[in-house]
């Protein structure tokens, strides 16, 4: 029986953004070589719960249910690239989600929901904590991509694995929609502007 496991609480975007972020993670392995987050799959990390004595029994579920169904639905938008500076000259680079009045209040809300009390940064990552050198051949061909992608979201996932096993992969454990429907935040900001998913074999991006 497994003893501990760590949870990880997500959004999800839509196929055609993970698959664009999937091009992006493939032109950069091109670039720099294997790195760490190569074959993750595109999403927005909202909590991560390691080693945690299965909490997720019966009550708790319904209670998680019953609490982010009165979240609506969001439309976000993936606007361009940034990128974190972490210890140890370690860099990532991320789809930046654009912030709105409208969209932070949707994420404070969704933070007081999970009792989330760090600060929260939506982002998708690209390349995660890759050395500086990599960064400085990489960043130049990212800096200056212009692209604006909304998409909605309309439910938390979450997954999990074993704590202490080393090859343990993510497997999906639950999924929560947002119900509300009284209001639909992020529409009064949909822009034109998106991007042209191109050709799917078309990995030449840089």
């Known amino acids: 029986m497994t003893m501990y496991e760590d949870y990880l609480m997500l959004l999800s975007p839509p196929e055609a953004i993970k698959h664009e972020i999937t091009r992006y993670k493939k032109a950069s392995a091109k670039v720099i070589g294997d790195y760490q987050s190569m074959n993750s799959p595109a999403h927005i ?11 997720m029994a019966d009550k708790n579920l319904l209670l998680m249910e019953q609490t982010l169904a009165q979240l609506p639905p969001v439309l976000l938008h993936w606007d361009g690239f940034g990128y974190f500076t972490h210890l140890h000259k370690k860099m990532t680079i991320y789809g930046n989600i654009r912030s709105t009045p409208a969209t932070d209040e ?7 929901k999970l009792k989330i009390k760090k600060n929260l940064v939506p982002h998708i990552t690209v390349v ?12 130049p061909h990212f800096k200056h991509k212009k692209l604006v992608e909304p998409f909605w979201i309309s439910a938390l996932m979450v997954v999990k694995r074993d704590t202490f096993d080393a090859y343990a992969k993510w497997e999906f454990f639950k999924s929560f929609s947002f119900k509300n429907q009284a209001g639909f935040i992020g529409a009064e900001n949909i822009e034109a502007g998106r991007i042209d998913i191109a050709d799917p074999d078309q990995i030449n991006l840089f």
């Open 45 to 55: 990390s909202i909590l991560h719960r390691e080693r945690q004595k299965p909490f």
């Open 128 to 139: 995660r904590n890759i050395p500086e050198s990599d960064f400085n051949q990489l960043w």
């Open 106 to 112: 949707w994420f404070n809300q969704l933070k007081k």
